[in-house]
């Protein structure tokens, strides 16, 4: 018992090893990137994510062997560049599987742009926000969320969109079109353009299976 207390305290002494059911998150996420102009390379994406304990009632954490939950802190800060990143590892509590995909997926990527892209946390409307909670609308604008955790102009105002859109015709051209499987589910997501008149209009076809 009081082992565990030591290991709890100061945190997991080693990185676990990969859970692959993951990868397909971090598939996503350096798809993401490079549709934005970032690269994310396959050394980074090595980072092993784990299910295991986080500390004090948080999803994720990005850490490094023996630094616990506050990892991210500004005293950790100089381990989380790009050069360290093949000491971090991000653990994600199991109790995050009771959630949706989006929200999973919502904080995989934040933990990965913690660990990868240096990104600390924000009040601002961003997956960087302390609580996914507050982004309850990230499965239907996903493509700004992401535009602004990739460092581009996030039109969270500006974009206009139409839920319930009829299917898309052969020649719609696809904004965003991402499908994929994880942890025995399917998580869909698609933009295009509205079929009439105007190109500032978007569908947003968002679902979950
Ligand atoms: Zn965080």
């Known amino acids: 018992m009081i082992l565990f207390g030591v290991l709890t305290s100061c945190g997991q002494r080693k990185a676990p090893s990969n859970d ?7 598939i996503q996420f350096q798809e993401e990137a490079k549709k934005r102009g970032i690269e994310v390379t396959d050394g980074e994406l090595s980072l092993p994510i784990a299910f295991g304990e ?6 994720g954490v990005c850490t490094v ?11 950790a800060n100089n381990l989380f560049n790009k050069e360290n990143y ?13 959630k949706d995909l989006f929200y999973i997926e919502a904080v995989v990527f934040h933990e990965l742009a913690h660990c990868l892209l240096g990104r600390d946390h924000t009040e601002e409307r961003s997956i960087m926000n302390v609580s996914q909670e507050r982004n309850s609308d990230y499965p239907k604008l996903r493509t700004i969320y992401l ?7 996030a039109d969270f105002e500006d974009f206009i969109m139409q839920l319930g859109c009829s299917k898309p015709s052969e020649e719609t051209e696809f904004i965003d079109n991402v499908l994929y499987d994880s942890f025995g589910r399917t ?3 698609s933009i295009f353009p509205a ?3 105007s190109h500032e209009v978007y ?6 299976k």
């Open 203 to 208: 569908c947003v076809n968002s679902s979950l």
């Open 195 to 197: 079929d009439h008149e």
């Open 86 to 98: 093949d000491r971090k590892f991000i653990l994600i509590h199991p109790e995050i599987l009771e």
């Open 65 to 75: 062997p023996g630094m616990g939950k506050n990892a991210f802190s500004a005293a």
């Open 187 to 189: 998580l869909r997501y």
């Open 147 to 153: 535009d602004e955790l990739f460092g581009l102009e």
């Open 54 to 59: 986080t500390g004090s009632g948080t999803d």
């Open 20 to 26: 692959a059911r993951f990868d397909i998150y971090k």
